[in-house]
């Protein structure tokens, strides 16, 4: 072997490198969610297979932690062309269409299961069917752990978050939610939380198992309460644009390996949220049960509120009350 070969050989040995044909297409994948978060770790599993099952034609980039930008801004490129795909939350598409708030409904289910089944019901893929109106292509929904409270100060005697300074997603639905409850809701993106948090400006959040311990944010709170109050979908998209310009057999690859992601982390869920709380009594966190009187009489409210603005609330309800089986 020449000395050269012998370089080359340990250099694709070295770093994995393997010869994309010349013809390799490079896409790219945003998210918000940072690196050790699920939803992170699926994108990058997915350009795994996207590689492997393209033979090397289709070259997937991950770019997580809103390195390229807010959701608004990743919507933005979507539409232009500028991102191809992107797991995004409810956030920006409710903002957008009034009947995507109707995902994050108080109390609609119970557990992370039905949370899935939710997601792959009748309402969620009559929504999935509005994105094209928006410039893209949707694939599927996966969704993160049941939303739970952290609060900065513990529970006062009232026992409810009346009063306090609530970090929550940018959507309409959840302010309202917050409003109701008597508390200050402040939209914040994820990434923008850990700032907020850790300085005092706001008392406290809705988050999950699995960012409450991966951020820490336990440390700054005297109250983690597992409420399990809402699901928290996510959406995978892709750029209508983009979309057109790729060939039917990509566009069936790309659609079948999304599918087949998005399915997993559905599935996945029940099982992280059940690890995570283990890591997080394992780090000597008390976790507290939590029920719908933290909220006042807000969930009530909501309803009434929410069914008037979106008749498709209540079939996305009646669906709900048949999984919980109650
Ligand atoms: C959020 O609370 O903003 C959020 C949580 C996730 C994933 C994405 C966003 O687990």
Redesign the pocket.
Known sequence: MSFLKKITTAAVLAFGVTAAPASAQELKIGL??PPP???TRSAGHLAERLAAESEGRLKLSVFPAGQLGSEAQMLQQLQSGALDLAFM?V?EFANRDEEFNILVAPYLVETAEQAAKLLEGPTAAALQGKLGKLGLKGLGFGM??M?IVLLSQPLGEEGTVKGRKIRT?PLASELDFWSMAGAAPTPL??PD?FDSYANGQIDG????L??TFNTRYYDYSKAVLNSRHMI?P?VAVASGRKWQSLSEADRALIERLVAEETAAIRAAYPKIDADYAAKLAGAGVQVEEAGPEIFGSAVASWYETWRAKTPRLTELEAEAKALRGN
Not at 205 to 208: F, Y
């Open positions: 918000i969610t978060h699920q939803w939350t956030g993160a752990g939303r997603v993106p994820l939380l959040m809705q988050l999950d699995e960012g928290f996510m």
